[in-house]
Structure formats: structure tokens, C-alpha cells
């Protein structure tokens, strides 16, 4: 009986000790937030371009991507262009939907959808593609980078290549129609995939590709919508995004068949943002967008 007792006043004694250090350590740590939710959103990213009050983790991916090989200048007005238009577009002038009879986008796709989507910014914060024309692989052909920011503890870079127009060099990137020339600046994206039109032989082998990995015969694309003065004319000369077996373009940022599942993932969380920069990009006020 003696041995029980002491064990209890033992374990009475331990007891109020304890509690009496928690409360010591309490009072030295300081008040305690009223929720967990407080302490979210408390990383400061290193990079100013990265502190937008997205979460801790895009904002160390973000931080990360400075050390991902991108160049800095093409990541510094990309991210520029996110951060503008990350809640809201100041006009919906920006969005020049163009002739539906000329495209094969409007299939699955209409412009009041769209403009309610994108109604609180851009949709997509995770993946963005920049196409930089400076980083040439051949004549026409620069060198794309598709980013996803929320892949994990670690951003996703997929480095490839786009193709550029024909037109493109000889017409100093113009944003005028039927130039055949690609064009500069920060676009977004329609939220739908559509079968990109052409039918030669080359195509169709490009379908049968994509339908072996997916069960669907496509050519895969999606619209593309300039934002500035530099690239407000993309959508009515219908330069898509677009998977093709070719080497160039008609002004269109093309892409390898290989790659239709990055069109895919935009579509899906989209509409996304897409940068085609080059040394004349600067960034304008988005209000101009709409100016010819």
C-alpha cells in the first residue's frame, strides 16, 4: 500500500512540474496565433517578383526557378505579366475574340464562358510557358520552357523547343495579318483543346501518334489571346498554340507532337499564361492592349 502511494504522489508531483515547464515555454515563445491559418502564407520569397501572396510553397518553387537555367530577363517579364493580371484584367478589350468562321477554336468555346472564367485574373496559377525567340535552335525554331510551379517541393522546367513563323524576321515580329510573323508578348490562353485542321500526310501521322498515347485522333491546340499593343492581333490571324511535324510556322508559337499533354494541362487549368519574348518585349500598361 505505501509503494502505491508513493508512485501516485510521485506521478501527482511529475505531473504538476511538467505542466508548470509547458506554461514557462509558452509565455517565452510568445502569443500564439488565433488559428493554424495564420501561420500559412509566412515565407518571404527572395525574389520580389515571387512575394505576390500566392502560398508558401509557389513562392518557393518561384524563388527556385531563378536557379532553373530560364533566362532572367525572359522570367523577370513573365513573372511581371503574372503579377499584373493575377487577379484581375483591367479591361475586356484586351480579349479580341475574333471571327468565329475563321476558327477552328469555337467548336468548344464561347466568348461570354471566357470572359466570366478570367473575370478575377488568371486562372491558372500553377503552369506558364515562355517561349524566348532569342535562344534559336535553328532558323526558326527557339527554345520554349514550360513551368509548373505547384508540381511539388521542386518547380517542373521542361526545356524544349516552339517554332516561329517564316515571316518572322523579315517582317521584325509585326503584329499585323497575314505577315506569317510571330509576335511578341504576354498572351492567355482559351480553356479548351481543339483539333488543330490540317490534313496531309504528315498530320495524320501526327494524329495517329497522339491517338495511340491518348485513344483520341487530335492535333492538339489552343487559342491564344495578346494582351498588348505588341501581340493584340494574334487571335484574329489565328496564331494558336499548336502541335506540328514542321519546322516553322506561319506565325504561330508550334510545338513538338510530343508535347500535345502541356496543351492539354493549360486547357485544363486554364486559361493560362503563355510569354513569347524577345529583345524588343517591354512591358506596357495592360490598358493598351486594345489599341491598334
Not at 11 to 21: K, P
Not at 217 to 234: D, P, V
Amino acid at each position: 500500500m505505501l509503494r502505491i502511494l508513493i508512485f501516485y504522489f510521485s506521478s501527482v508531483v511529475f505531473a504538476r512540474d511538467m505542466e508548470i515547464q509547458r506554461q514557462v515555454s509558452d509565455i517565452l515563445a510568445g502569443p500564439k496565433p488565433e488559428c493554424p491559418s495564420c501561420l500559412e502564407n509566412s515565407y518571404k520569397a527572395t525574389y520580389p517578383l515571387c512575394n505576390n501572396g500566392l502560398d508558401d510553397s509557389w513562392k518557393a518553387n518561384c524563388d527556385k526557378l531563378y536557379e532553373a537555367g530560364i533566362p532572367k530577363d525572359a522570367l523577370d517579364f513573365t513573372l511581371q505579366s503574372f503579377n499584373k493580371n493575377l487577379t484581375s484584367f483591367k479591361t475586356s478589350k484586351c480579349f479580341k475574340w475574333g471571327e468565329p468562321k475563321n476558327h477552328y477554336s469555337f467548336a468548344n468555346t464561347n466568348e461570354e464562358k471566357f470572359k466570366n472564367k478570367v473575370k478575377n485574373g488568371i486562372v491558372n496559377k500553377c503552369q506558364i510557358v515562355i517561349n524566348d525567340t532569342r535562344e534559336k535552335q535553328m532558323q526558326y525554331r527557339g527554345t520554349m520552357y514550360y513551368i509548373d510551379l505547384c508540381s511539388g517541393v521542386e518547380p517542373k522546367v521542361v526545356k524544349t523547343y516552339f517554332n516561329m513563323g517564316t515571316g518572322t524576321y523579315t517582317n521584325d515580329f509585326a503584329n499585323v495579318s497575314g505577315k506569317k510573323s510571330t509576335v511578341l508578348g504576354a498572351f492567355l490562353t482559351n480553356y479548351q483543346v481543339f483539333d488543330y485542321q490540317p490534313g496531309n500526310e504528315k498530320y495524320k501521322k501526327l494524329r495517329s501518334f497522339i491517338k495511340i498515347q491518348t485513344g483520341k485522333s487530335y492535333a492538339h491546340g489552343i487559342q491564344l489571346f495578346g494582351l498588348q499593343g505588341t501581340n493584340n492581333n494574334a487571335s484574329n490571324d489565328m496564331k494558336y498554340l499548336h502541335v506540328s511535324p514542321y519546322r516553322s510556322s506561319w506565325g504561330c508559337p508550334s510545338i513538338d507532337s510530343k508535347n500535345y499533354w502541356m496543351i492539354e494541362e493549360l486547357a485544363k487549368n486554364g486559361p493560362s499564361l503563355l510569354v513569347n519574348y524577345g529583345e524588343k518585349s517591354k512591358m506596357e500598361d495592360i490598358n493598351k492592349c486594345s489599341e491598334d
